[in-house]
Protein backbone atom coordinates (compact mmCIF):
# COMPACT_ATOMS: atom_id res chain seq x y z
CA UNK A 1 0.00 0.00 0.00
CA UNK A 2 2.56 2.76 0.90
CA UNK A 3 4.63 2.21 -2.53
CA UNK A 4 1.38 2.46 -4.27
CA UNK A 5 0.47 5.62 -2.36
CA UNK A 6 4.52 6.85 -3.14
CA UNK A 7 4.07 6.08 -7.13
CA UNK A 8 0.88 8.27 -6.76
CA UNK A 9 2.73 10.85 -5.13
CA UNK A 10 5.25 11.17 -7.42
CA UNK A 11 3.17 11.26 -9.96
CA UNK A 12 0.99 14.07 -8.51
CA UNK A 13 3.95 16.13 -8.29
CA UNK A 14 5.52 15.79 -11.41
CA UNK A 15 2.02 16.50 -13.54
CA UNK A 16 1.80 19.86 -11.08
CA UNK A 17 5.58 20.57 -12.06
CA UNK A 18 4.80 20.16 -15.39
CA UNK A 19 1.52 21.85 -15.63
CA UNK A 20 2.75 25.15 -14.20
CA UNK A 21 6.07 25.38 -16.34
CA UNK A 22 4.27 26.47 -19.65
CA UNK A 23 2.96 29.07 -17.27
CA UNK A 24 6.07 30.30 -16.56
CA UNK A 25 7.57 30.27 -19.73
CA UNK A 26 4.66 31.83 -21.40
CA UNK A 27 5.29 35.09 -18.24
CA UNK A 28 9.26 34.50 -19.22
CA UNK A 29 8.51 35.31 -22.81
CA UNK A 30 6.08 37.94 -22.21
CA UNK A 31 9.17 39.72 -20.08
CA UNK A 32 12.13 38.83 -22.34
CA UNK A 33 10.08 40.26 -25.51
CA UNK A 34 9.03 43.36 -23.60
CA UNK A 35 13.23 43.68 -22.53
CA UNK A 36 14.41 42.93 -25.89
CA UNK A 37 12.22 45.00 -27.88
CA UNK A 38 11.21 48.00 -25.33
CA UNK A 39 7.80 46.77 -24.90
CA UNK A 40 6.33 48.75 -22.12
CA UNK A 41 2.91 46.89 -21.94
CA UNK A 42 3.92 43.89 -20.24
CA UNK A 43 6.12 45.48 -17.70
CA UNK A 44 3.18 47.24 -16.24
CA UNK A 45 0.00 44.99 -15.45
CA UNK A 46 -0.09 44.62 -11.78
CA UNK A 47 2.58 46.87 -10.77
CA UNK A 48 5.98 45.09 -9.92
CA UNK A 49 7.31 44.24 -13.04
CA UNK A 50 4.39 43.48 -14.57
CA UNK A 51 3.58 40.24 -12.60
CA UNK A 52 0.15 39.89 -13.14
CA UNK A 53 0.99 39.79 -16.91
CA UNK A 54 -0.14 36.18 -17.77
CA UNK A 55 -3.48 36.52 -15.32
CA UNK A 56 -4.67 39.65 -17.69
CA UNK A 57 -4.29 37.63 -20.41
CA UNK A 58 -5.89 34.54 -18.71
CA UNK A 59 -9.07 36.77 -17.73
CA UNK A 60 -9.13 38.20 -21.49
CA UNK A 61 -9.34 34.81 -23.18
CA UNK A 62 -12.11 34.06 -20.70
CA UNK A 63 -14.41 37.03 -21.11
CA UNK A 64 -14.26 36.54 -24.97
CA UNK A 65 -17.15 35.43 -26.79
CA UNK A 66 -17.21 31.34 -27.93
CA UNK A 67 -17.68 31.70 -31.80
CA UNK A 68 -18.13 29.20 -34.28
CA UNK A 69 -18.37 29.81 -37.94
CA UNK A 70 -21.96 29.25 -39.27
CA UNK A 71 -20.17 26.85 -41.89
CA UNK A 72 -17.83 25.13 -40.02
CA UNK A 73 -17.89 21.38 -38.83
CA UNK A 74 -18.83 22.00 -35.89
CA UNK A 75 -17.39 18.55 -34.31
CA UNK A 76 -13.90 18.81 -35.36
CA UNK A 77 -13.45 22.28 -34.81
CA UNK A 78 -14.57 21.79 -31.25
CA UNK A 79 -11.91 19.09 -30.87
CA UNK A 80 -9.03 20.54 -32.59
CA UNK A 81 -7.92 22.37 -29.63
CA UNK A 82 -7.84 19.15 -27.07
CA UNK A 83 -6.06 17.46 -29.94
CA UNK A 84 -3.08 20.04 -30.38
CA UNK A 85 -3.05 20.27 -26.45
CA UNK A 86 -3.28 16.65 -24.53
CA UNK A 87 -0.38 15.06 -26.82
CA UNK A 88 1.71 17.61 -25.34
CA UNK A 89 0.82 16.54 -21.68
CA UNK A 90 0.69 12.89 -22.29
CA UNK A 91 4.73 13.01 -23.54
CA UNK A 92 5.55 14.89 -20.78
CA UNK A 93 4.34 11.55 -18.12
CA UNK A 94 6.89 9.76 -19.81
CA UNK A 95 10.08 12.82 -19.06
CA UNK A 96 12.74 12.16 -16.17
CA UNK A 97 13.40 15.37 -14.05
CA UNK A 98 15.71 13.17 -11.62
CA UNK A 99 17.01 9.77 -10.85
CA UNK A 100 13.66 7.97 -10.16
CA UNK A 101 11.76 11.04 -11.22
CA UNK A 102 9.66 9.93 -13.76
CA UNK A 103 5.81 9.54 -14.02
CA UNK A 104 6.13 6.60 -16.22
CA UNK A 105 9.40 4.81 -17.69
CA UNK A 106 8.81 2.52 -20.47
CA UNK A 107 11.35 0.55 -22.32
CA UNK A 108 10.32 2.08 -25.67
CA UNK A 109 10.01 5.91 -24.13
CA UNK A 110 11.71 7.43 -26.98
CA UNK A 111 9.28 5.95 -29.41
CA UNK A 112 6.30 6.46 -27.75
CA UNK A 113 7.39 10.42 -27.76
CA UNK A 114 8.01 10.57 -31.03
CA UNK A 115 5.02 8.75 -31.89
CA UNK A 116 2.26 11.30 -30.03
CA UNK A 117 4.51 14.49 -30.68
CA UNK A 118 3.20 14.00 -34.51
CA UNK A 119 -0.29 13.70 -33.26
CA UNK A 120 -0.51 17.64 -31.72
CA UNK A 121 0.40 19.48 -35.22
CA UNK A 122 -3.07 17.28 -36.33
CA UNK A 123 -4.69 19.72 -34.24
CA UNK A 124 -3.55 22.21 -36.40
CA UNK A 125 -4.76 20.40 -39.68
CA UNK A 126 -8.25 19.92 -38.27
CA UNK A 127 -8.24 23.66 -37.26
CA UNK A 128 -7.97 24.71 -41.25
CA UNK A 129 -10.01 22.42 -42.41
CA UNK A 130 -13.19 22.65 -39.91
CA UNK A 131 -12.92 26.86 -39.60
CA UNK A 132 -14.32 26.69 -43.48
CA UNK A 133 -11.84 29.73 -43.86
CA UNK A 134 -9.43 30.04 -47.06
CA UNK A 135 -6.85 31.28 -44.69
CA UNK A 136 -7.81 28.59 -42.13
CA UNK A 137 -7.49 25.78 -45.06
CA UNK A 138 -4.03 27.49 -46.63
CA UNK A 139 -2.34 27.47 -42.57
CA UNK A 140 -3.61 23.93 -42.14
CA UNK A 141 -2.06 23.13 -45.39
CA UNK A 142 1.31 24.49 -44.31
CA UNK A 143 1.06 22.73 -41.11
CA UNK A 144 0.86 19.08 -42.74
CA UNK A 145 3.49 20.32 -45.39
CA UNK A 146 6.03 21.18 -42.28
CA UNK A 147 5.45 18.27 -40.16
CA UNK A 148 6.09 16.15 -43.50
CA UNK A 149 9.46 17.75 -43.44
CA UNK A 150 10.66 17.90 -40.08
CA UNK A 151 9.66 14.85 -38.79
CA UNK A 152 12.45 13.00 -41.09
CA UNK A 153 15.30 14.48 -39.47
CA UNK A 154 13.75 14.64 -35.74
CA UNK A 155 13.61 11.29 -35.67
CA UNK A 156 17.06 10.57 -37.43
CA UNK A 157 18.45 13.07 -35.02
CA UNK A 158 16.62 11.40 -32.16
CA UNK A 159 17.50 7.88 -33.43
CA UNK A 160 21.46 8.70 -33.15
CA UNK A 161 21.00 9.48 -29.08
CA UNK A 162 19.56 6.20 -29.26
CA UNK A 163 21.96 4.00 -30.59
CA UNK A 164 24.65 5.92 -28.86
CA UNK A 165 23.14 5.23 -25.21
CA UNK A 166 22.11 1.74 -26.90
CA UNK A 167 18.50 1.98 -25.65
CA UNK A 168 15.14 3.62 -25.82
CA UNK A 169 13.98 4.27 -22.27
CA UNK A 170 14.62 8.20 -21.65
CA UNK A 171 16.19 7.54 -18.32
CA UNK A 172 18.02 4.85 -19.71
CA UNK A 173 19.55 7.40 -22.02
CA UNK A 174 20.67 10.10 -19.01
CA UNK A 175 21.91 7.39 -17.40
CA UNK A 176 24.34 6.04 -20.36
CA UNK A 177 25.35 9.61 -21.11
CA UNK A 178 29.03 11.12 -21.23
CA UNK A 179 30.47 14.35 -21.20
CA UNK A 180 32.29 13.59 -24.30
CA UNK A 181 28.95 13.05 -25.63
CA UNK A 182 28.77 16.91 -25.74
CA UNK A 183 30.94 17.22 -29.15
CA UNK A 184 30.17 14.02 -31.17
CA UNK A 185 26.33 14.52 -30.76
CA UNK A 186 26.64 17.95 -31.31
CA UNK A 187 24.95 18.00 -34.92
CA UNK A 188 22.13 15.88 -33.76
CA UNK A 189 21.70 18.24 -30.76
CA UNK A 190 21.24 21.20 -33.72
CA UNK A 191 19.16 19.30 -35.67
CA UNK A 192 17.03 17.95 -32.68
CA UNK A 193 16.10 21.74 -31.69
CA UNK A 194 15.70 23.09 -35.27
CA UNK A 195 13.30 20.49 -36.32
CA UNK A 196 11.06 20.58 -32.99
CA UNK A 197 11.07 24.11 -33.46
CA UNK A 198 9.57 23.72 -37.14
CA UNK A 199 6.91 21.13 -35.76
CA UNK A 200 6.38 23.70 -33.03
CA UNK A 201 5.40 26.12 -35.60
CA UNK A 202 7.56 28.80 -33.37
CA UNK A 203 9.31 31.79 -35.16
CA UNK A 204 11.19 31.84 -37.34
CA UNK A 205 9.48 28.23 -39.10
CA UNK A 206 5.75 29.97 -38.36
CA UNK A 207 4.38 30.17 -41.61
CA UNK A 208 1.75 28.22 -41.20
CA UNK A 209 0.38 31.46 -38.82
CA UNK A 210 1.92 34.15 -40.55
CA UNK A 211 -0.14 36.56 -39.17
CA UNK A 212 1.51 38.97 -41.66
CA UNK A 213 -0.14 37.08 -44.55
CA UNK A 214 -2.97 34.52 -43.70
CA UNK A 215 -4.14 36.33 -40.43
CA UNK A 216 -3.45 33.21 -38.14
CA UNK A 217 -3.47 30.29 -40.30
CA UNK A 218 -5.49 27.58 -38.71
CA UNK A 219 -6.11 29.69 -35.62
CA UNK A 220 -8.15 32.47 -37.70
CA UNK A 221 -11.50 31.79 -36.83
CA UNK A 222 -10.90 30.93 -32.70
CA UNK A 223 -11.36 32.65 -30.03
CA UNK A 224 -12.05 32.99 -26.31
CA UNK A 225 -10.85 29.73 -24.11
CA UNK A 226 -10.38 27.60 -27.45
CA UNK A 227 -7.83 29.89 -28.75
CA UNK A 228 -6.28 29.82 -25.18
CA UNK A 229 -5.64 26.39 -25.61
CA UNK A 230 -3.78 26.38 -28.74
CA UNK A 231 -1.79 29.28 -27.02
CA UNK A 232 -1.55 26.64 -24.24
CA UNK A 233 -0.49 23.94 -26.62
CA UNK A 234 2.47 26.30 -27.59
CA UNK A 235 3.93 27.04 -24.41
CA UNK A 236 3.43 23.27 -23.50
CA UNK A 237 5.56 22.36 -26.71
CA UNK A 238 8.42 24.11 -25.72
CA UNK A 239 8.07 22.94 -22.18
CA UNK A 240 8.24 19.33 -23.74
CA UNK A 241 11.24 20.55 -26.66
CA UNK A 242 13.13 21.83 -24.11
CA UNK A 243 12.71 18.63 -21.66
CA UNK A 244 13.76 16.04 -24.80
CA UNK A 245 17.16 18.21 -25.58
CA UNK A 246 18.35 18.41 -22.57
CA UNK A 247 17.66 14.38 -21.71
CA UNK A 248 18.95 13.36 -25.33
CA UNK A 249 21.83 15.53 -26.35
CA UNK A 250 22.42 17.71 -22.88
CA UNK A 251 22.97 14.96 -19.82
CA UNK A 252 19.40 15.68 -18.42
CA UNK A 253 20.27 15.55 -14.60
CA UNK A 254 23.98 15.29 -14.40
CA UNK A 255 25.89 17.84 -13.35
CA UNK A 256 28.52 19.03 -10.71
CA UNK A 257 27.70 19.68 -6.70
CA UNK A 258 24.21 20.81 -7.54
CA UNK A 259 21.25 18.33 -6.95
CA UNK A 260 20.17 16.83 -10.25
CA UNK A 261 16.63 18.00 -10.59
CA UNK A 262 18.39 21.64 -10.85
CA UNK A 263 21.03 20.94 -13.51
CA UNK A 264 17.80 19.81 -15.40
CA UNK A 265 15.64 22.83 -15.07
CA UNK A 266 18.49 25.35 -15.03
CA UNK A 267 19.13 23.37 -18.99
CA UNK A 268 15.53 23.65 -19.42
CA UNK A 269 15.32 27.21 -19.01
CA UNK A 270 18.17 28.45 -20.89
CA UNK A 271 16.60 26.16 -23.49
CA UNK A 272 13.36 28.06 -23.17
CA UNK A 273 15.14 31.02 -23.23
CA UNK A 274 17.02 30.48 -26.63
CA UNK A 275 13.67 29.27 -28.28
CA UNK A 276 12.42 33.05 -26.75
CA UNK A 277 15.27 34.58 -28.70
CA UNK A 278 14.97 33.04 -31.62
CA UNK A 279 11.87 34.29 -31.64
CA UNK A 280 12.82 37.84 -31.20
CA UNK A 281 15.52 37.48 -33.11
CA UNK A 282 15.03 36.04 -36.77
CA UNK A 283 12.76 36.91 -39.25
CA UNK A 284 9.88 35.01 -40.56
CA UNK A 285 11.39 32.76 -43.41
CA UNK A 286 9.70 31.95 -46.86
CA UNK A 287 7.67 28.96 -47.33
CA UNK A 288 10.69 27.44 -50.12
CA UNK A 289 13.41 28.47 -47.48
CA UNK A 290 11.58 26.14 -44.74
CA UNK A 291 11.33 23.45 -47.29
CA UNK A 292 14.80 23.70 -48.55
CA UNK A 293 16.07 23.88 -45.00
CA UNK A 294 14.73 20.62 -43.49
CA UNK A 295 15.64 18.39 -46.94
CA UNK A 296 18.44 20.06 -47.91
CA UNK A 297 20.48 21.00 -44.55
CA UNK A 298 18.44 18.99 -41.82
CA UNK A 299 17.95 15.87 -43.20
CA UNK A 300 21.47 15.24 -44.38
CA UNK A 301 23.05 16.27 -41.39
CA UNK A 302 21.30 13.80 -39.54
CA UNK A 303 22.17 11.15 -41.87
CA UNK A 304 25.76 12.21 -41.25
CA UNK A 305 25.03 12.26 -37.36
CA UNK A 306 23.85 9.08 -37.53
CA UNK A 307 26.86 7.48 -39.86
CA UNK A 308 29.56 8.84 -36.91
CA UNK A 309 27.66 7.61 -34.74
CA UNK A 310 27.73 3.98 -35.94
CA UNK A 311 31.42 4.54 -36.18
CA UNK A 312 32.16 5.70 -33.01
CA UNK A 313 30.35 2.55 -31.75
CA UNK A 314 32.23 0.25 -33.73
CA UNK A 315 35.69 1.68 -32.51
CA UNK A 316 34.41 2.80 -28.66
CA UNK A 317 32.52 -0.74 -28.56
Do not use: C
Amino acid sequence: MGEVLDIVLRFVVILLVFLLLPLVVGQAEHKVMAHMQSRLGPMYAGGFHGWAQLIADGVKFAQKEDVIPAAADRRVFQLAPGVALVPYLLVLIVIPIGPGLVGVDLDLGLFYVLAVMGIGVLGSIMAGWASANKYSVLGGMRSAAQLMSYELPLVLAASSVAMAAGTLSLPGIVEAWQWWWLPWQAIGAVVFFLAGLAELRRPPFDMPIAESEIIMGPMTEYTGMRFALFMLAEYVGIVVLSFLTTVLFLGGWHGPLLPGVVWTFLKVFALAFVIIWFRVSFPRLREDQLQRLAWVGLVPLALVQLALTGVVKVLVG
